[in-house]
């Protein structure tokens, strides 16, 4: 089945659109097909990016926290003879 399309339109720095060109020359592909391999690209990493702060904060939320005091006492303690291991919630 046939994916639908959609023309998106944005205005970019020419030096950018000449990147764009550069490498979709070097990669013998449309400029089409660099734009949306790295729009894709940027997406994803963006929906990791939310994902991880999320969850993040969920963990804050249910108190799965680590003092500070406990962070610097592990901090201190490192390159030392008597390295702590690394604080948990």
Do not use: C, F
């Amino acid at each position: 089945m046939p994916v639908a399309m959609k023309t998106l339109t944005a205005q970019v720095p020419v030096s950018l659109a000449e990147e764009v060109d550069a490498l979709a020359a070097e990669l013998e592909r449309p400029r089409q097909w660099v734009m949306k391999k790295a729009l894709t690209l940027y997406l994803a990493a963006q929906r990791d990016r939310r994902k991880a702060i999320r969850e993040g904060l969920d963990d804050v939320d249910a108190g799965h926290t680590v003092s500070m005091a406990a962070m610097d006492q592990w901090l201190d303690s490192l390159d030392t003879s008597n390295e702590q291991p690394v604080p948990k919630a």
